[in-house]
Every structure is written in structure tokens, then in C-alpha cells.
């Protein structure tokens, strides 16, 4: 996923309300599909036989919901089990989740954060390898919005980096999660976004959000993408380079033109960024 070619890519969340649209075409700015495997991994009858066509024919990423890797609990074994046997069946190589939990003594149906703990480190980094050894795959984490910080004793940046570096794991980067946690917690988006490490992150997640009040964002992904988390995509792209990026739109969905206009706009911001960067490439040969 890291060379230029296949790094200025747009993908977008399937949606069951997408799926006879798209079996009869997706349109040319779709180049990958991102799916939570858990909604997908039990579904028969007519949607399951239009997902498999899906899968047949384009790029899909998983992006799940119910890992609950930072939980206390013992890893749900079977649950990864089930995930490896449904990225066989579909040739899925590509599966992230969030830096969260999820359970404890039953499912919780919500993102809660992990402490920021040295010891929630080592626990996660721990739980990252077992996944990765039942999947076959690497497992990337992506940061997540929060609301609290329990027990905090380094902040959500320090916390981050040190995952990545004890797992030795990739990251999918969510620009909108930094502008939300950037007002939510009041600290410098773009500081975090320069502090995040660019050989570790593998692809992009962006949406919308809504706004509570001034100092209060949630992370919805039903909204359209505000100006201050395009500024912010922009700055990820001259900073860590262009890789693929995801839109997300979980609800409030759009019609397919309206969700175009969006990754297209993701499109024309990446194709600026790599012309930008052959003509830097072009003038140091020409200098040499």
C-alpha cells in the first residue's frame, strides 16, 4: 500500500443500502470498499450473494468493530477465527480496528478509551500478536476519538506512538478523529498529526461530525466534511505523503452523487500533492 501508484487511492464504507447499485456499477472514483466484518460475516440470501459479487471484482479492507483489543478480558478467539475465515473467503488482506475496547464481563456497544498506561501498552502490544498470528495478517490500529481519559498517566499522542512501537504495527490514521480530540481535549491538531509516524501508517480514515457546542465535537460519521478536517487531510497529505484514504458514512447517508462529490474531492487533493512531488522530484534531477 505504500508506493505512490497505489497509495492515491479512495475507498468508500459499504453500506447494505449501496449494494444493488453497485453490483450493476461503481463508479470510476471508488477504488476500494471498506466493510466491518462482523455485519457481513453471518449475511445470506440476496445481500450475501451481492457482497461476494462485490468482493469478486474490487478491493475490499476490513475495518472492524468488536476486537476489543484493549479489553481486560481474554481475547475472543473464536471471534478472530471467524474473521481469518471470512478475509479467506473474500482474499480480504487488508484488516484494521480501533485502539479501544469494547467488552469486559459482556459487550459494552460503544468505543471506550484504553488508559494510558505503560501497562495497557504491553497489553495491547501483547493482544496485537496473537491476532496477527490467527489472521495471518498484520492487524493496523487506528486512533479514536475520546471523551475522557481514565487513569491517563501519558497523553493520547505519547500513548499512540508507544503502541505502535511495542506492537512493531501499522497505523490508520483518522483525520477527523485528531480535529475531535484536538477540540474536544484542547490541543494542537497539526503538532499531533507532524508527531505520528510516517513509515507506520498505512491508510486514512476521514468523515464527518457534529457539533455540540464550541468546545464539544462527536464523532457521528453523518455529517459532510467540514473545512477545518479537509485543511487537516491536506496538511496529513505534505507531511506523511498521499495514501489511501477512506470515507466514511455510517448514517444520514447521501445520494451516491453527493457522496462522489466528496471522494472526488479526495481525489483532486491527492493527484495535487503527487504532482507536487514530481515536480520536486523533476527539479532535483535537473539541479543534479
Known amino acids: 500500500m505504500n508506493n505512490q501508484k497505489n497509495a492515491a487511492q479512495v475507498g468508500l464504507g459499504l453500506r447494505r443500502e449501496m449494494l444493488s447499485e453497485f453490483c450493476t456499477q461503481v ?81 459494552l456497544y460503544d468505543l471506550m478509551p484504553i488508559p494510558f498506561t505503560d501497562a495497557a501498552v504491553k497489553h495491547v502490544a501483547a493482544r496485537v500478536k496473537q491476532v496477527e498470528d490467527i489472521l495471518e495478517r498484520p492487524l493496523i490500529l ?80 453523518g455529517a459532510a466534511i467540514n473545512d477545518p478536517v479537509w485543511a487537516l487531510l491536506q496538511r496529513c497529505y505534505a507531511l506523511h505523503g498521499v495514501k489511501p484514504t477512506l470515507l466514511e458514512r455510517d448514517f444520514n447517508l447521501p445520494t451516491t452523487a453527493e457522496l462522489l462529490l466528496e471522494l472526488n474531492q479526495i481525489h483532486a487533493y491527492q493527484a495535487a500533492v503527487s504532482s507536487q512531488i514530481q515536480n520536486s522530484t523533476h527539479a532535483v534531477k535537473r539541479s543534479a
Open 142 to 221: 487506528e486512533n479514536v476519538s475520546f471523551y475522557a481519559a481514565p487513569g491517563a498517566q501519558m497523553s493520547e499522542l505519547e500513548f499512540v506512538n508507544a503502541v505502535l512501537q511495542e506492537a512493531d504495527c501499522k497505523l490508520l490514521l483518522d483525520v477527523n478523529n485528531i480535529y475531535v480530540n484536538s477540540i474536544n481535549h484542547q490541543y494542537d491538531a497539526d503538532a499531533f498529526l507532524q508527531a505520528m509516524p510516517t513509515e507506520r501508517i498505512a491508510y486514512l480514515h476521514i468523515a464527518g461530525h457534529y457539533k455540540q457546542a464550541e468546545d464539544l465535537l462527536i464523532d457521528t460519521h
Open 27 to 107: 463508479p470510476d472514483a471508488i477504488d476500494f470498499f471498506e466493510v466491518a466484518p462482523e455485519n457481513w460475516m453471518t449475511l445470506g440470501g440476496k445481500f450475501g450473494r451481492q457482497f461476494r459479487e462485490l468482493t469478486e471484482q474490487h478491493t475490499f479492507y476490513c475495518h472492524g468493530l468488536s476486537l476489543s483489543i484493549g479489553s481486560p478480558e481474554p481475547l475472543d478467539l473464536a471471534f478472530v477465527k471467524n474473521i481469518k475465515t471470512f478475509m479467506d473467503l473474500h482474499q480480504i488482506q487488508v484488516y484494521s480496528e480501533h485502539l479501544s475496547y469494547c467488552s469486559g464481563q459482556g459487550h
